[in-house]
């Protein structure tokens, strides 16, 4: 194991140890709360970033296999007797796997487009999965929505399942963004950001890469998506399905660094608690949407790389800078490390 | 067969108000590749403008026309050069996220003015309608059409006529080449944003007759002005009537047999586009916008 | 003689890196100059970084005894000097008449503009056959010739002509030489790149050639085509097949 990777995984230990011991030390249920949705958010940025972040595709319909998720889990609720406390975690892995293999197909048809027209395109998707969840009422209850059974946890540590249930999720969707990030596959990626018909031309199969890329991303969606309706217990089209939320993601994932591994999970972290915070002060009002916006635009012009590039950015300056005032014989690497 | 023919015609009057809507849209990409996703916010904040003008100063929506559009023009200059300009890498996403961040800045400065219930600028022949050849035709709603066509006409003859038309169409089709011959592209995507944003208003205006509208109504909005100008072929202006036009008449034509549906068929017809003409009805090509 | 246009130590680029190392070239009014050189040589981009499409980074450019450095596209333009770039330049969907116009957009007088118009119009005859047809609807040539007409609708006192015979057929190629020789007599300063080195050299009564973002070596035009130097280097082979080439430009 190089030097790098090394200091990586004590890192990703590090913070995957707290994580696991908060809910332990922190009970009151608002914390562990929002916690979970910090989680959430983290594991729903992550996933985005594979596309979004590392092969610069504005992909606006990731929200859609949110809700899809959350109503395969429901709607299998309504058929199949699931109640059983912890089945439904596990019903989880077939529910993204399938929804992985259902987002092929789209991405062939999506990836057709780029940039803009992509975005456009992407943006459909949600509006499309909106209108059949509000029309399908058979399937998916409509406006009224679709309740689960409560599950039947221990009220004093109602949340810490799911909690946990989303840590393990998170750690899956980090260890794919990391190891894509690393291997040839990432590089790929990188090509189609940099210029796709010039990494194309020298032979990365481009559409192969990015359909992986994008039945990943739907697919740990899809999964954060069933146990967020598992939590709530109740979904609705406009909560399963919305553009804000949709939004949030991609600001979390601008704000902490897209295209890095651990950026949107810093993003997430950072935004997520403000935006249960806001929504509970404000309560989805004018206001709401209002300090949502300001900080939307703060963050885009002021941080538009995000923290952790242009915190990494930083120290290296810094530590280059240390290295030539040191002036030793060592070589600058070796300090660094 | 009668009830398809009404489809048709009402499509064809609500098309054209899309069309002045997609219109704008479609400049603004030409000529700065930036997609405005407020485009439909503004279109809804045309809509209480011209409630205001009508429920408070007690003036017809069709007169606020003019007025409006031309406060809008100065408020689109202003956001231009607020958010938009600043924006030098990577304009084409980053135009979406921001314009995004308008949006909701917008549709929540609207809530806390005018709350969220539903609005309608209810004018006194706002329920009237006549009859020609056995169909009954709404009132508003061809007054709606003729001033959209009205406005794309004069939008047209100042394209195809003036000289800052000319400099619109030359920064769309050759930035560099329009710089060369001393087009200021930051002052033209300035006057080009102003434009859109004012006709997107001046539709609006013509809207709320026709439609009940709140702050949070441009979601669905924004998704049909976006398969318009999908269609159209991004940037052409042309397209985007055409598109409209076209989606009008397909939407309305749901919207008699499976009303729940009529939106989907714009988005369908979005997916028929990608499988057979990515580029769209009249997509520009490529070597004109390099 | 005096000089019009004047560049001292330029240096100008794109991102990261220099492409102009230090450019020295004096333009005499009246005259035609010809800069030859390789692809990648830096010759665009000096002749954008005069039009100011690109900033220069340091050195001086110096028309009419002022400095234009810093100057946008606008001012160089409303100076007298108009540019006729390598790439395709004509709004493709606007009509060959539109496009004409474009070349006098500074001018706030749209009479003054009309007139202009006219007067080019008869110079070129392409533009009066096809005034009203798209300008994408052009041939490569065609698209040339309105290029050419429309840089001349301010009158330009030097006009900038960045490898005019490009893709032309040798009977174009012919006639948009003839062009510039008819340009020149009607008193319009020169300064033009030319891959068609012999025949670019042949009219011209300056030569310069760059390489590698500097000017190599200066002469009179017939200096430069006479030069064995040159000529293993630049021209091609001098064999019979060259020579022919030469003698039929
Ligand atoms: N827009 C640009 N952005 C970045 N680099 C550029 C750009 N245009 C040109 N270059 C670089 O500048 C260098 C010089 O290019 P330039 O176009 O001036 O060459 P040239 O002498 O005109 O060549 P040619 O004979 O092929 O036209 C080249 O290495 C090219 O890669
Ligand atoms: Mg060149």
Redesign the interface.
Known sequence: MSRATKAGAIRAILVFALLLALPFVFTDHWIVNIAFFGLMFAVLAVAWNLIGGYAGYIWLGSIAFFGLGAYALAITFQHVPLTSGYLPFFALIPIGIAIGIVSIPLALLLLRVRAATFAVVSLAVLFVAEIFAFNLDGLTGGPQGLGMALPPFVVTTFERPFYLAMLVLLAAVMFCSWYLAKSKFGLMLFAIKGDEDRARGLGVRTTTVKVIAFALCCGFTGMAGGLWAYYITWIYPQFAMDPNTMFAIILMTYLGGKGTLWGPVLGAFLLAPAKEYFAYTLGGSAFYLIAYAALFLLVMFFLPRGVVPTVADFLARHRRRAAVLASGPRPAGEQVA | MHLLIYGCILGILLGGVYGLMASGLALVWGIMRVLNIAQAVCVILGSYLAFTAFTVLHVDPMLAVLPISVVMFVFGVGIYYAFLRPIRRDRESLSILVTYAIAIGIEGALGLIYTTSLQHTGTSYATQSFEVGGFQIPTVELYAFLISVAILGLLALMLQRTRLGRALRAATQNPTAARLLGVDIDRVSAVGFGIGISTAAAAGAVYGMIYSFNPNSHYDLIGILLAIVVLGGFGSMRGAIVAALILGVIASVVFIYWPLWANLSFFGVVVVVLLFRPQGLWGVPNWATQ | MSTVLSIRGLIAGYGWGDILHGVDLDVEVGSITCIIGPNGAGKSTLLKTI?G?LAARSGDIMFEGRSIVGC???SV??LGIG?V?QD???????SVW?NL???G??LKD?ALVRRRADEVAEMFPIVKERRHERA?ALSGGQQKAVEIA?SLMLQPKVVLMDELSMGLDPKSRHLAFDTVVRLNRAGRTVLMVEQNARAGLAIADHGAVMEAGTVKLEGSGKSLLDDQEVARLYLGRIDGSALSEGSTA
């Open positions: 039009s499409l946008t596209p606008t333009l409303s540019h770039p395709r330049s004509l709004f493709p969907l606007m539109d116009l474009m070349g957009y500074i749209q994408g429309r």
